[in-house]
């Protein structure tokens, strides 16, 4: 009676645990769990991480607003001309409106155009008012909000700090040979108006320029709801584009264009017009490379001058409207967009 009990109990006991088919049968059903649930978990952190790079510019059109409070003009993109090296940008400017004031205040800001001789490109960036108290230099410090948590880039790329968002030159003219068309149904506007580094801003088509142009809210005259003030930029990629967030307008971390359609040129080889557009001279080269391009899908994010963040589309109609959106002064009528 002992043994044949158990040989029963034996017999229960072995019944219990899983065979190999049903042991891989389960991890094919919790494979198949994962394959469904990982993108709709890495579309929920997508839209986490949009919604903060929305915020970041909600955060600029609230400094730039208490700016020109304080100083009835916007923040001046920067002062760069061929006899002195580059200012400050303008997001630097805005630095005490976004609880910055103890890193602003470290900057010698009477000292950011010396009276010298012309300086060397390599020699522009490391000039004693551009180091702080620790010996760090100013261009490699990062800020949360300077960068976009889309942008797939590092903060930091040879020691200088990286950007997310460029201040609107809008659709400036270029230096263009005349009927040159890159884009299709947009012609190049060619102009003897420094292309964007004038400090006359009736030269200027957005709301920002190289050469220290202050603009208003008066000076809005197409609107502040239908103006662009700041936009999506990704990191520069090629030797030229060495820069930082804090340096002036001219740099790809500084400025966008709206000359160029958003998301054209994401890569170096799209980005050189020399190649790519062999009708257009080299001297409009830097404004086809500072198109606004974002790392998002279909778009990028713009600021407008009334505070509002929109997400405008990559099939935006280029020549009637996206350029328009760029001007703020040009009298051209904008329907719903």
Known sequence: MHL???????????????TLIELLVVIAIIAILIALLLPAVQQAREAARRTQC?????????????????????????????????????????????????LYNELDMAGQLPATSYLAPANRYDLPYQILSNGRQFRQVTLPFVMCPSEPSSAV?????????????????????????PFSGVSLLPGGTN???????????????????????????????NTIHVGEVTPGCAPA????????????????HTL???????????????????????????????????????????LFVDGTVRFLSENIDHANVYQALGGRADGRVVGDF
């Open 260 to 302: 160029v359609p958003i998301n054209d040129f994401t890569t170096c080889p799209g980005r050189n017009a020399n190649t790519r557009f062999p009708a257009c001279t080299a001297q409009s080269n830097w404004q086809f490379m500072h198109g606004f391009r974002s790392p998002h899908t279909g778009g990028a994010h713009f």
């Open 4 to 18: 044949k009990s158990f040989g029963r109990l034996s017999t229960r006991n072995s019944r219990t645990g899983f």
């Open 54 to 102: 929305k915020n970041n510019l909600k955060q600029y059109g609230l400094a730039l607003h208490n700016y020109h409070d304080t100083n009835r003009m916007f923040p001046i993109g920067g002062t760069r001309d061929r006899d002195a090296p580059p200012g400050v940008s303008w997001q630097v400017r805005v630095l005490p409106f976004v609880d910055q004031a103890p």
């Open 195 to 225: 292309f964007g580094s004038s400090s006359d801003k009736s030269l200027i088509s957005g709301m920002i320029s190289r050469n220290g142009a202050a603009i208003s809210i008066a000076d809005v005259t197409d609107g502040t709801s």
């Open 241 to 256: 584009d060495r820069s930082s967030w804090s340096h002036s307008v001219g740099s790809p971390n500084a400025e966008g």
């Open 157 to 181: 790329v040879s020691d200088w700090a990286q950007a997310s968002y460029g201040g609107s030159v809008g659709s400036q003219p270029t230096s263009a040979n005349a009927g040159c068309m």
